[in-house]
């Protein structure tokens, strides 16, 4: 499985859209794994995307 490369603003948009819509309407809709989207939930959850972007540049 490739690893995704993915841009903060679309994460934090597939998360909202997550809590909107449910999982499994979000990602069939992105061709992403529930499971991606369900760690991206608890670990980007209520973050703007320069809060994901300052987060990944400290890991």
């Known amino acids: 499985m490739k690893k995704c490369q993915d841009t903060e603003e679309l994460i934090v ?5 997550s809590h909107a819509y449910g999982v499994l309407e ?5 061709n992403i794994s529930e ?11 209520g ?12 890991a």
């Open 13 to 17: 948009k597939i998360v909202r859209e």
């Open 26 to 30: 979000t990602s069939k809709k992105y």
């Open 35 to 45: 499971n991606t989207i369900c760690i991206w939930r608890r670990k980007y959850g």
């Open 47 to 58: 973050m703007e995307p320069n809060q994901v972007s300052e987060m990944k540049s400290l």
